[in-house]
């Protein structure tokens, strides 16, 4: 009679599958809360104890960790020393075990760090060529279909059970290790990630793509419901995750057009259509084919107004019901609602051999902090506008450049080799809009030329970092043209 040994702290399906394998005529082992759901469902099971003559102690620190188990486990039965041993101490070997772990990254504590649980999979996992080892009750349905329609379980199939128990293990090791861990970045860094998402391809059409969840984690994407368009390509994650967080930053109605992972249009608005339409007025060109994040629910006048611009996602918290009809008709548009973002901890890239790593970049908004440089001070309708423009830039590719009038990004100078450049390329895009408004730069003006260029669009108040060896150069160059001038002595690259 093969044996089962059913050890979980999910009982998810923990009585279907017991019953499924004492009617394909299996020997149900189990302990504690486990063996009394099943026992109380009316499935016959042996009681762990009974089995090794040892009862659980130390507060059940101490059930699974016996000879009769792991040797049960562990035995190769092709082997004739083993099973010499198993003879002489009268270990039966185990066929299956089902098994999950305390939900460590719940409540984080040392009594939720699983110790028999991982020592069991790891020991089926092993001897997967003899033991079929479960970890998720997602698969409790495909070993019960393979039981029924052959009689046992594929060798294919273990063998992935165990690829997939090895990847719980680690993951639940490095849940705990980063739990140990008192610096931001540590000396070693434990990441275990989950496939959470297959897209339909890369940056491009001949590279796959997939999106990743770090163990113990939760993201905003998997609550967020997707209400139509086609499937999701890598860009479209990527943009629209940049154009999600940064309109997460405003408190009022607002919208953020995102391209390439640059914004394109961002603007404040008494209501959410007014913010769209302000929005999209500052680069419509570049809006084409772009990301829209918006931070209210969408009715159906800004539905009208979306469905008129070729968007590739939108992205809000809601949409009324005849904003969606209206939104749907278009098939390759694809319409998301969710959350708030959750929050990264570390930002990470690849680079040769291993990654790059730091912490997520957070602005401060505190004018308290900043320090006016000028002889003129900014209007408080400039001040607002700075906090727009200075937010607005840490979000965009260095060199980076806003001109900001009146709650609305009107020019966007983005990735460029020199800051004068991107100062030109925002007075291009805003057309005759700068006069009155307010630039930020993500760095220092390494020169004065910057800010003439800005002067000449009409800027009357500028927001940057200062601390280049000839700020005294371009303050004066900003009272020259009557500018104010803000230094709020933090960098913003972004790359």
């Known amino acids: 009679m093969p044996t089962a040994l059913l050890s979980v702290y999910d009982k998810t399906g923990i009585v279907e ?25 009316g499935t016959p099971v042996t009681d762990l104890a009974d089995l090794t003559g040892v009862p659980a102690i130390l507060d059940h620190r101490v059930v699974t960790l016996h000879p009769k ?16 041993d198993m003879a002489e101490h009268g270990i039966d ?64 199939t273990k063998r992935r059970l165990a690829r997939d128990a090895f990847a719980r293990i680690a993951a639940y090791d490095a849940q705990i290790a980063s739990w140990f861990d008192d610096d931001v970045l540590p ?44 499937e999701m390509s890598y ?89 969606v009809a209206i939104l749907t008709e278009k098939k390759n548009l694809r319409v998301l609602a969710g959350p708030p973002p959750y929050g990264a901890a570390l930002d990470i890239r690849s680079i040769d051999g291993g990654l790059l790593v730091q912490e997520v970049d957070t602005i401060a908004l505190d004018p308290s902090s900043w320090r006016v440089v000028t002889a003129t001070a900014p209007t408080d309708a400039q001040w607002e506008d700075l906090r727009l423009a200075w937010t607005v830039c840490a979000a965009v590719s260095s060199n980076a450049i806003v001109y900001v ?18 100062a030109r390329i925002a007075a291009e895009r805003a057309a005759g809009r700068a006069v009155g408004g307010v630039c930020a730069s993500d760095a220092f003006f390494p020169f004065r030329d910057g800010l003439d260029v800005a002067a000449a669009a009409g800027i009357r108040a500028v927001i ?32």
């Open 187 to 230: 000396d070693h860094l434990h990441l275990s990630l989950t496939k959470a998402q297959t897209l339909r391809y890369g940056e491009n059409p001949h590279q796959s793509g997939a999106r990743y969840l770090a163990a113990g984690r939760s993201s905003w994407w998997d609550d967020a419901v997707q209400l139509g368009g086609k």
């Open 464 to 495: 940057q970092p200062g601390g280049s060896m000839r700020d005294s150069e371009v303050v004066a160059a900003a009272d020259e043209h009557g500018i104010a001038m803000v230094f709020t002595g933090e960098r913003h690259f972004r790359h």
């Open 17 to 41: 599958i017991a019953e499924a394998l004492h009617q394909l005529g299996w020997r149900i082992i189990s302990s504690g809360g486990t063996a009394k759901v099943i026992a109380q469902a």
């Open 235 to 323: 860009l479209n994650l990527f943009d629209t995750e940049a154009a999600w967080r940064l309109v997460h930053r405003f408190d009022g109605p607002a919208c953020v057009i995102v391209k390439h992972a640059n914004p394109c249009g961002v603007a404040l608005g008494s209501d959410i259509t007014k913010a769209y339409i302000a929005a999209n007025a500052c680069d419509p060109v570049s809006a084409f084919g772009g990301i829209v994040a918006l931070n209210r629910a969408v009715p159906a006048a800004l539905a009208d107004a979306l469905a008129a611009v070729f968007t590739e996602v939108i992205v809000a918290p809601s949409f009324d019901d005849d904003a």
């Open 69 to 84: 188990v792991h040797g049960g486990l562990l035995a190769d039965p092709t082997n004739a020393a083993h099973r010499a």
């Open 405 to 422: 009038n009146d709650g609305q990004a009107i020019g966007i100078g983005a990735g460029q080799q020199n800051r004068v450049d991107s």
């Open 93 to 156: 070997p185990i066929d299956l075990v089902v098994c999950n772990l305390y939900p460590f990254a719940s409540d984080p504590s040392i009594e939720l760090i699983d110790i028999g649980g991982p020592a069991m999979v790891r020991a089926a996992a092993k001897n997967h060529k003899f033991v079929a080892v479960v970890v998720d009750p997602a698969d409790y349905g495909p070993v019960l279909t393979e039981l029924r329609e052959h009689g046992q379980i594929g060798v294919a």
